[in-house]
C-alpha cells in the first residue's frame, strides 16, 4: 500500500517518531514518550490508526491492537518511503542562544527541510555546556527535531550533532556553496547552476565578530545579506533557508 492510499483510507492521523524496523505483520511496542502521547494525550483506543516513521526515511501505517497501562502496541499493516525531503542538502551551523531561542531556531530548521545541524561556539556567543549539562541539552535539541519532523510529514530525522567550536566547523565543510549571515553586496543566488548541498552559518545575538567573519572569509563563505533590518538569531535560519529552498531547493 502506498503512503497516498493508506491515509486516504483513514484521512489525517497523528505521525510518530518510533525508531524501530518496520515490517507488515509485525507488532511494535511503543516507547515511553510515545506510548505516554497515544493515551494520556491523544485518548486513542484499540483499532485506531495512525503513522509511525523510523527517522531514516521509512514511515508505516499502523493500527493500535493494545492499549493498557503498562504498554501499548500496534500492528504494521503498511510500510512505505517517505517521500518529503529536499533536493537541497543544508547543513546548519547554528551559535548556541539562550532559553528558547536556540529550541525555535531548531523545530524552523527542521520544517524547512535541513539536513543536518550543528550548534556552534562563537566568539560572542555566551553558551558554554559541558558534561551532563551538554548531553542533556543535545538530547533535548534532538527530541524538539524528531517532533518538528512529526508535524511536518518528514520521515528523516536531521541530526543535530554536539556542540563543537566555529572554527572546527569551518575546517570540516565541503559543501560547493557555503554562506554566512553577514553584510553583503551582490546576488550570491545568481548562479547558473543549482547546488545540490549548502553549508549556512548563524551567528549569536550579537553577531559574528570581526575574527569569526575572517575565519569564515577563509573557509570560502560567502556573506548573506537578508535585507536592511536586523533579524534575532533565532529568526535568520528561518529566513536564510527559505532562500535557499526556494532558489534551490522544492519551495
Not at 514518550?33 to 485518548?43: I, M, N, S, Y
Not at 561556539?121 to 548531553?135: F, S, W
Not at 517532533?147 to 560547493?176: D, F, M, Y
Request: proline share 8%; net charge neutral; aromatic share 6%.
Amino acid at each position: 500500500m502506498r503512503a497516498a492510499d493508506w491515509y486516504a483510507a483513514h484521512g489525517k492521523m497523528p505521525r510518530l517518531f518510533v525508531p524501530e524496523v518496520f515490517s507488515p505483520g509485525d507488532e511494535v511496542a511503543l516507547p515511553e514518550g510515545p506510548a505516554r502521547h497515544v493515551t494520556r494525550v491523544l485518548r486513542l483506543a484499540e483499532s485506531a490508526p495512525l503513522v509511525l516513521f523510523d527517522g531514516q526515511g521509512v514511515e508505516a501505517g499502523v493500527r493500535l491492537v493494545d492499549v493498557s497501562r503498562k504498554r501499548t502496541v500496534a500492528r504494521v499493516e503498511a510500510v512505505w518511503s517517505g517521500g518529503v525531503e529536499s533536493p537541497l542538502v543544508v547543513h546548519l551551523g547554528q551559535a548556541i542562544s539562550k532559553g528558547d531561542r536556540m529550541d525555535y531556531a531548531i523545530q524552523k530548521a527542521v520544517e524547512l527541510g535541513v539536513a543536518a545541524i550543528t550548534p556552534l561556539y562563537t566568539e560572542r556567543g555566551d553558551v558554554r555546556l559541558k558534561g551532563d549539562r551538554e548531553e542533556k541539552k543535545l538530547a533535548h535539541w534532538q527530541a524538539v527535531a524528531a517532533s518538528a519532523c512529526e508535524q511536518s510529514g518528514r520521515a528523516v530525522v536531521p541530526p543535530v550533532n554536539p556542540p563543537i567550536t566555529l572554527k572546527a566547523w569551518l575546517e570540516a565543510r565541503q559543501e560547493p556553496l557555503r554562506l554566512m549571515l553577514h553584510l553583503a553586496t551582490g546576488h550570491i543566488f545568481d548562479r547558473e547552476t543549482r547546488p545540490e548541498k549548502a553549508a549556512l552559518l548563524i551567528g549569536p545575538e550579537g553577531g559574528l565578530s570581526p575574527d569569526d567573519v575572517a575565519a569564515a572569509l577563509a573557509a570560502e563563505f560567502a556573506p548573506l545579506t537578508l535585507g536592511p533590518r536586523v533579524l534575532r538569531t533565532e529568526t535568520a535560519p528561518v529566513v536564510a533557508l527559505t532562500l535557499l529552498q526556494h532558489y534551490f531547493g522544492d519551495l
